[in-house]
């Protein structure tokens, strides 16, 4: 409902408009009077007035006086001329003020309610149009702060294919987001690979890093170019130059920039890094040379802080580099011997730092064989693997696997915690009668000599003999058939394993002569022991 006023200084006729209209009909709620402009004044401080109904020759002051104050101080109420006199130059006035609208009395009431309520129509769409634009710039404001996140995210859905990126749907997103791109335009990929972190972060603290490292990108890389740095779905972060062909920067300029970016980056923000620039493309071709870069970083294991660009697709190498060193590994570490272990561990990564072929499949295949090794030394002294890859754990295969570096670093802290749980340093090292026992216990299925059990523990054969019969009280020979055939008795009543395969398993591949050698030990053949013991 609104507010009406009629100013008059004619009491009669302003109380006839008052009286013979049915104003309720129209949505008005109270109708005010007023005799002269100050009155009319006073009413307009006092009560919220929509619509003005006035005469325009008035003493004191007239109605177009009066209406050049209220455009003054209440501009959104609309005013109805009403005059005895056909003058243009009130009306030329009357249109010059905005007023609403201008009836020559006598006016007839029908005549002055459809004026009303066109004026009462109008007041409600500038309301409602006043409330859209509101509504407009509140959100225009809200899409303007967040418009960097939609870009990003709708540069993430073209990278992780999470869109179709067809010429027409392309052409629709970049015009809705402002971006300054056609379906022609080329769009140039670099690939930022943090390889090492110098200092340990917490997660918040890494985010912020990785935060400082696109800002860094942006003022290095970028430097005004068009464009924009992401980071994707992974983690990566992405730079993104985008323009036609006579925009893009040339390679060696582009090249050089991200020298002093690495070098920026290692300075200041503790790590190392490099780029990996790709070649110019339209956006539908663009997630591809994203994989191929990607690819060039799985990679790449051996190269630190470095610039490479996309000169072809990436091959897979054709022969992977065998990795023959965990037998000696898994006995110097079931041993305890540290200073040997790690001086072994330092020369096979040598070794793999000169291979030119070297790549990520063979870093998994040594990650993957070290932590088989580990697991099952750990199992056999019942200790969990849990206790030295989840507690305070440092790398996944992902990242011990990124780079050769990165793959030693692993290996030492593994081999470390390993150690520590099997050797603690508080315990006194084994003998070398014990270091014997756990040889023979950890290679029953091989076939050994006396002379290789010496030369492993550097004794002469003879002397390790009478020293092994002296504290063990059984000859070495005795000893390790005692520890196959108790193997095969785990094997027989814990498996479904046949008899001739456990005959191999233990290192006997003559099925009578295990048979033979069994049965002397436990007064049954393997078959009969396995029908009496096996639950």
Known sequence: MHNLIIVDDEEYALQALIENIQWEQIGIA??????????????????????????????????????????GHYPHTETIFLTGHALFNYAQTAIQLESFDYLLKPVKYDQLMQTVERALNKIQEDHDMKHTHEIYKKYYGLWEKRKPLLIERFWKD????????????????????????????????????????????????????????????????????????????????????????????????????????????????????S?????????????????????????????????????????????????????????????????????????????????????????????????????????????????????????????????LSHLKAWTLEIISRGLDLIHPPHKPPKSVVENICTYIESHTGEDFSREDLASFVNFNSAYLSRLFKKETGMSLSDYIVKCRVEKAKSLLIQSTVKVADIAEIVGYYNISHFTKMFKKHTSLTPQDYRKQYRI
């Open 30 to 71: 109270h109708v005010y009077k007023a005799m002269d402009a100050d009155e009319a004044k006073e009413l307009f401080r006092t009560v919220p007035i929509d619509i003005m109904i006035c005469d325009i020759e008035m003493p004191k002051e007239t109605g177009l006086q009066l209406l050049e104050w209220v455009r």
């Open 158 to 273: 073209i990278l992780g294919q999470r869109m179709r990126s067809t010429p027409e749907q392309i052409r629709d997103l970049t015009e809705s987001y402002n971006i300054y791109l056609d379906v022609d335009s080329k769009v140039l990929p670099i690939i930022i690979s943090v390889e090492q972190w110098d200092r340990e972060f917490n997660i918040r603290d890494e985010e912020i890093m990785e935060y400082a490292l696109r800002n860094a990108a942006e003022e290095i890389i970028l430097n005004n170019w068009p464009g924009i740095v992401i980071q994707d779905r992974s983690g990566i972060n992405i730079v993104l130059l985008y323009g036609n062909e006579q925009q893009m920067p040339q390679i060696e300029e582009l090249m050089e920039r991200c020298k002093q970016y690495i070098a920026g980056c290692t300075g200041y923000f503790y790590c190392h890094l």
């Open 275 to 403: 780029c990996y620039i790709g070649t110019p493309v339209t956006i539908a071709n663009l997630t591809q040379i994203y994989y191929d870069l990607l690819e060039m970083e799985r990679q790449n294991v051996t190269q630190s802080n470095s610039v490479l660009k996309l000169t072809s697709r990436i091959e897979e190498p054709h022969h992977l580099l065998p990795v023959p060193w965990f037998p000696e590994l898994s006995v110097l570490f079931e041993l305890g011997k540290r200073g040997e272990l790690l001086e072994r561990v330092d020369e096979v990564f040598e070794l793999l730092g000169k291979q030119e072929q070297l790549s990520a499949e063979t870093l998994g295949f040594f990650y993957h064989a070290l932590l088989h090794m580990v697991y099952d030394i750990l199992h056999k002294n019942n200790i969990s693997i849990r206790e030295v890859v989840l507690d305070k754990r440092p790398y996944d295969d992902l990242t011990a696997t990124r780079s």
